[in-house]
Each structure stands twice: as C-alpha cells, then as structure tokens.
C-alpha cells in the first residue's frame, strides 16, 4: 500500500510570512495527526483528526496556526505569520483506527521540514 | 501528565557490540509501549509494540523489555550494526489512548 504522502519536503521562509503543508494518508485511514518535531526533541501533537472533525487540538497555537481536512481524507496545516522557534519538522501521520489506539499502529510521512529566518 | 524520558540523548558504539536503550514514563497506567526508528530526513518506523500484559516482546536482533510498576522500558540491540544507526524514540499512548506522547529519542551511532 502506499504510505502517507507528504509535501513540500523542505520550506524555507523568513519570519512574519505564511506557509502550507499537505498530508495525504493511506486510503481508508479514519484518523490523522500532525505533529512538531523540534531539532533534538521528540514529536509533539498539534492536532488530531477523527474522518474530518477535530478530536484534540488543544497544542495547537490557534493565533497562527491552523489545520484542515476537507472530505475526512486530505489535510493541510497552515502557519501565518510564522516564528522563528517554528523552524521544525512537521509530520503527519495516519490510523485506520478511531477511539483509542492501544494497538493500532500509525503510520508516519517523511516530514516537511521548515527553517524560519 | 504523561512524561517519557529517554537517556542517553547520544549513544557512538563500535560494531559488534550489544546495546540498551533506556526509556522512562511518569505514570505507570499504560495500555502499551512503542519503540520507534527514525532516520535522518525520514518519518518514524514503528519496530516493537510491547503490550502492558507483556514482559517482552522480540524482533530479529531487537528486544523490548516493559516494567510498568518502575515507570521503564528497555530496548536491547544485539550484535549492533552500522546500518542500525538512527535516532530510537519510544512513545505511550495519552489523551484518554488516542494519541502517542514521545521521549526526545536517543541517537545511535555504530562506528565500523
């Protein structure tokens, strides 16, 4: 099967300008994540998609970020205006599992990384 | 809050060697533990799962250990290779078991 899709690979911007992301799962996967990963530091939720309602995004800095995901398949994380210390690695990541995920593996993109000057 | 601690933060063996990676979490009430795999400019790779009933769980060369009451997990690579060099990260579920919360990850190192 072919696995979760993720674009642009690398962004560079300077601080104060806008930037998007895409995330296309695996077929059929109900659930979607993404998640910040900071230089050195492990990933961390921004948001939680169940089909397409938010489930949690209570990590998520709503004043400059926002999330998507029109149809309950693809989704886009968008920051505007962006900050230096947003200079990370995005990653999204999908479940064919809703509810809890005791077993249920998740399946993560490449990532796009952003670098923020 | 769930907590997960991974330590060393940088591990450089020579080939050949066993290896244990430690990881640590604050609140004992966990349905699993995953052990993940990341590559430089890659996503995660999910290697063992290791349910809370389980004591261990194995994987060609790779054995994860759980002791819930003590808040640890090990990961044991045997025989290390250059090729399993790569930042090993562990994660619990929280959020009520809908989300993985993630250690900093160990990056490993094995020299030829």
């Known amino acids: 099967e072919a696995g979760v899709a993720q674009s642009p690979r690398y962004k560079i911007i300077e601080k104060r300008q806008s930037v998007a992301f895409w995330c296309n799962p695996i077929?059929?996967?109900?659930?979607l994540y993404w998640y910040q990963q900071i230089l050195g530091q492990g990933p961390k939720l921004l948001i939680q998609f169940q089909n397409n309602g938010v489930v949690d995004d209570s990590q998520l800095p709503k004043d400059r970020f926002s999330a998507e995901r029109l149809k309950g398949v693809d989704s886009t994380l968008k920051i505007q205006p962006a900050k230096l210390e947003d200079s990370a690695v995005y990653l999204c990541?999908?479940?064919?599992?809703?509810?809890?995920?005791?077993?249920?593996?998740?399946?993560f993109g490449n990532g796009t990384r952003l670098t923020v000057t | 809050k769930q907590e997960v601690t991974q330590i060393p933060a940088a591990l450089s063996v020579p080939e050949g060697e066993n290896l244990v990676l430690n990881c640590s979490f604050t609140d004992s009430a966990i349905y699993n533990l995953q052990w993940f795999r990341q590559d430089p400019g890659k996503g995660l790779t999910s290697l063992l799962l290791i349910q809370s009933s389980q004591r261990e769980q194995t994987s060609g060369r790779l054995n994860a250990s759980l002791d819930k009451s003590s808040g640890r997990s090990t990961l044991y690579i045997a025989a290390s290779q250059p090729g399993d060099s790569a930042t090993y990260l562990c994660?619990?579920?929280?959020?009520?078991?809908?989300?993985?919360?993630f250690g900093s990850g160990t990056q490993l190192t094995v020299l030829p």
């Open positions: 994660a619990v579920p929280s959020g009520s078991a809908r989300q993985l919360t």
């Open positions: 990541a999908s479940s064919p599992k809703t509810g809890a995920i005791y077993n249920s593996p998740l399946h």
């Open positions: 077929s059929g996967h109900a659930t």
